[in-house]
């Protein structure tokens, strides 16, 4: 029947309760079995003790009930602990619990002499439990409770229903019905005294808790998103404490650097960036309050060889009451951003000399072609001796000469897509080798070798990307001046090409050779008009494969060691699948 009165009432309470506040409960019920157990065994046991030394018998009627009573709360102990996970409403159980606690307390204050025993504090105990697990209602009704089987306990006892057991009073009663009264009266105020208290501590102890928790569900979340925050931007940010030791490396630091934060926890910021050394003067001190932060740029070195070239921002880093706890270092990849700077630079370069190139070419076109035509009507109409044709025939090579060199300025300055079509990659190679092959000096002395993928679409004007091609394949055979291998791969990739920095599909074509290579210091100048180490040549031949890459809105990288070789990727916007030709005609 208690248990029942005890479910309706707290039902709703216990339908609240949370995983987080089940498994607190839990543990607050297992502190109350372990204390019962305690004081039962203390209490008791001491009691049991001292009734032995005045007892020969360890059988005696208050002493059976005593072993009785210390048998049932283990029992019931053990099976509380072996039921307690599987249960679902821990409100009824806490209640049965309780019930059965106050139902054991009466007994033993039955067993102990009824009015007499020294046990009734334990009512109080029992309150105590149930205003601090069950709050107000639960303090209340067991107070109710209490106040019930211990009034009822006396007055069974007085009108002689029931004896204790252990009582000096057995036979007579020498106390008076407004004793009974007085004392039922006492303990009953008592009871509910103490359960009000009990309560009132325990609300404000549930409110403060609960207050604590929002306030730390609140911390907990703002920290979270701090984290997010730090953790998701983009730029790498380390803190350094006061002896120049990392304390903190976000993710995007470690992708840029490659190390992780259990590797530099700790560990000196010089050791992974050995350039601060030299920039002492970057960290701030407290009295650089008003600073702006300290912006510079510096190269680095990855574990794996690949060279980055990273901005740095610092600034001291402070509590909240401005104490100062370090440094914070933000650094960017600017890797890229040099690159396109440096792409952009070359594109204007070439712009203004291929201005240039146009204006002289188009002004020295015309008098080298009446130059030419005067030769050559000279030439066909005086009689020659052998010495003068001879140089007739050295001033005709060289005005062609001089009009190849202005048709490559006219080639560098508008390279144009007019005649722009689709057309398979491996053909254009394969005719520009074949083109190759035909000279013996070189197709005796070099190996080529071809890895190329099978129809590969893309469009460009064929005759120009041939022109392209030849320079690099002629570069790269001039390389080779004791021989050496050509190699030439066509695979398709995803690269980024456009202005936006946006993925397209297209394809790369890797022209590379087994020759000298190209030192370091020239590589940022090979693309150069007029720029070559050749004893030959006017240098044009690169600055025009460029050129004409650009126009087709591709990219040329290169990469090259001296004495290893050099390396040239072609990337190239491929074809649609819905804009490709499926017959055998084809450029």
Same mark, same amino acid.
């Given at each position: 029947?208690?248990?029942?009165?005890f479910?309706k009432?707290?039902h709703?309470?216990?339908?609240?309760?949370?995983?987080?506040?089940?498994e607190?409960?839990?543990?607050?019920?297992?502190?109350?079995m372990?204390?019962?157990?305690?004081?039962?065994?203390?209490?008791?046991?001491?009691?049991i003790?001292?009734q032995?030394?005045q007892?020969?018998?360890y059988?005696?009627?208050?002493?059976?009930?005593?072993?009785?009573?210390?048998?049932?709360?283990y029992?019931?102990?053990f099976?509380?602990?072996?039921?307690?996970?599987k249960?679902?409403?821990?409100?009824?159980?806490?209640?049965?619990?309780?019930?059965l606690?106050?139902l054991?307390?009466t007994f !033993? @204050? #039955? +067993?102990?002499?009824?009015?007499?025993?020294? $046990?009734?504090?334990?009512?109080? /105990? =029992?309150i105590?439990?149930?205003?601090i697990?069950?709050?107000?209602?639960?303090?209340v009704i067991?107070?109710?409770?209490?106040s019930?089987?211990?009034?009822?306990?006396?007055?069974l006892?007085?009108y002689?229903?029931?004896?204790?057991?252990?009582?000096?009073s057995l036979?007579?009663?020498?106390?008076?019905?407004?004793? !009974? @009264? #007085? +004392?039922?009266?006492?303990?009953?105020?008592? $009871?509910?005294?103490?359960?009000? /208290? =009990?309560?009132?501590?325990?609300?404000?102890?549930?409110?403060?808790?609960?207050?604590?928790?929002?306030?730390?569900?609140?911390?907990?979340?703002?920290?979270?998103?701090?984290?997010?925050?730090?953790?998701?931007?983009?730029?790498?940010?380390?803190?350094i404490d006061?002896?120049g030791?990392?304390?903190?490396?976000?993710?995007?630091?470690?992708?840029i650097?490659?190390?992780?934060?259990?590797?530099?926890y700790?560990?000196?910021?010089?050791?992974?960036?050995?350039?601060?050394?030299?920039?002492?003067g970057?960290?701030?001190?407290?009295?650089?309050?008003?600073?702006?932060?300290?912006?510079?740029?510096s190269?680095?070195?990855?574990?794996?060889?690949d060279?980055?070239y990273?901005?740095?921002?610092?600034?001291?880093?402070?509590?909240?009451?401005?104490?100062?706890?370090?440094?914070?270092?933000?650094?960017?990849?600017?890797?890229?951003?040099?690159?396109?700077?440096?792409?952009?630079?070359?594109?204007?370069?070439?712009?203004?000399v291929?201005?240039?190139?146009?204006g002289?070419a188009?002004?020295?076109r015309?008098?080298l072609a009446?130059l030419?035509?005067?030769i050559?009507v000279?030439?066909?109409?005086?009689e020659?001796?052998?010495?003068?044709?001879?140089?007739?025939?050295?001033?005709?090579?060289?005005?062609?000469r001089?009009?190849?060199?202005?048709?490559?300025?006219?080639?560098?300055?508008?390279?144009?897509?007019?005649?722009?079509?689709?057309?398979?990659?491996d053909?254009?190679?394969?005719d520009?080798?074949?083109?190759l092959i035909?000279r013996?000096?070189?197709?005796?002395?070099?190996?080529?070798?071809?890895?190329?993928?099978?129809?590969?679409?893309?469009?460009?004007?064929?005759?120009?990307l041939?022109?392209a091609l030849?320079?690099?394949?002629?570069?790269?055979?001039?390389?080779?001046?004791q021989?050496?291998?050509?190699?030439?791969?066509?695979?398709?990739?995803?690269?980024?090409?456009?202005?936006?920095?946006?993925?397209?599909?297209?394809?790369?074509?890797?022209?590379?050779?087994?020759?000298?290579?190209?030192?370091?210091?020239?590589?940022?100048?090979?693309?150069?008009?007029?720029?070559?180490?050749?004893?030959?040549?006017?240098?044009?031949?690169?600055a025009?494969?460029y050129?004409?890459?650009?126009?087709?809105?591709?990219?040329?990288?290169?990469?090259?060691e001296v004495?290893?070789?050099?390396s040239?990727s072609?990337?190239?916007?491929?074809?649609?699948?819905?804009?490709?030709?499926?017959?055998?005609?084809?450029?």
């Open positions: 029947m208690w248990s029942n009165i479910s009432i707290f709703t309470q216990g339908k609240s309760v949370g995983e987080d506040i089940r607190e409960f839990i543990k607050r019920l297992h502190w109350l372990f204390y019962r157990v305690i004081v039962i065994t203390l209490l008791l046991g001491t009691t003790i001292v032995l030394r007892t020969p018998s059988f005696t009627p208050s002493l059976i009930h005593l072993y009785i009573l210390i048998f049932t709360v029992f019931l102990t099976v509380y602990i072996l039921i307690i996970n249960l679902k409403d821990l409100v009824l159980f806490t209640s049965l619990q309780i019930m606690d106050i054991l307390i !033993l @204050i #039955y +067993s102990t002499g009824g009015r007499e025993s020294v $046990f009734t504090f334990m009512y109080i /105990l =029992s105590i439990t149930a205003s697990l069950l709050y107000k209602k639960g303090g067991a107070a109710s409770v209490c019930i089987l211990y009034g009822g306990l006396l007055d006892e007085y002689g229903v029931i004896h204790p057991v252990y009582s000096k036979e007579s009663k020498d106390y008076q019905s407004a004793d !009974l @009264i #007085y +004392s039922i009266l006492v303990n009953i105020i008592a $009871f509910y005294l103490v359960a009000f /208290l =009990s309560s009132l501590l325990s609300e404000q102890t549930r409110k403060s808790r609960k207050e604590l928790k929002e306030k730390q569900f609140d911390l907990d979340r703002l920290e979270t998103l701090n984290r997010n925050i730090v953790q998701s931007i983009s730029s790498g940010l380390l803190t006061l002896d030791n990392v304390v903190f490396f976000n993710k995007a630091a470690e992708e650097t490659g190390y992780s934060l259990s590797q530099v700790l560990s000196k910021a010089e050791e992974i960036f050995p350039f601060l050394k030299e920039r002492k970057i960290f701030r001190r407290p009295s650089d309050r008003d600073h702006p932060p300290f912006r510079f740029e190269g680095f070195k990855k574990e794996n060889g060279t980055l990273l901005g740095f921002s610092t600034s001291p880093l402070r509590d909240s009451e401005g104490n100062e706890l370090g440094n914070i270092v933000i650094f960017q990849d600017l890797t890229r951003f040099k690159e396109m700077e440096k792409h952009i630079k070359m594109v204007d370069r070439l712009a203004a291929g201005r240039l190139a146009a002289m188009h002004e020295m015309n008098p009446s030419s035509g005067s050559q000279l030439k066909d109409g005086l020659l001796d052998e010495r003068d044709e001879r140089l007739m025939d050295i001033a005709m090579r060289e005005t062609e001089l009009n190849s060199l202005i048709t490559d300025f006219m080639l560098f300055a508008q390279p144009g897509l007019a005649n722009k079509e689709i057309v398979h990659i053909r254009i190679i394969g520009t080798l074949d083109e035909c013996p000096e070189w197709s005796k002395k070099i190996k080529t070798m071809q890895n190329i993928s099978k129809n590969v679409q893309i469009e460009v004007d064929p005759r120009q041939r022109q030849w320079n690099l394949f002629v570069n790269a055979i001039q390389a080779m001046p021989g050496g291998e050509l190699k030439i791969d066509v695979e398709e990739a995803a690269h980024e090409l456009d202005s936006r920095d946006q993925a397209k599909d297209c394809i790369k074509i890797g022209v590379s050779d087994t020759g000298l290579g190209i030192p370091k210091d020239h590589l940022d100048k090979i693309f150069d008009p007029f720029f070559t180490t050749k004893d030959e040549g006017a240098g044009m031949g690169l025009i494969t050129r004409i890459i650009e126009s087709c809105q591709g990219k040329i990288v290169v990469n090259s004495g290893q070789g050099t040239f072609i990337f190239l916007p491929v074809v649609p699948e819905e804009n490709r030709f499926h017959n055998g005609d084809y450029s």
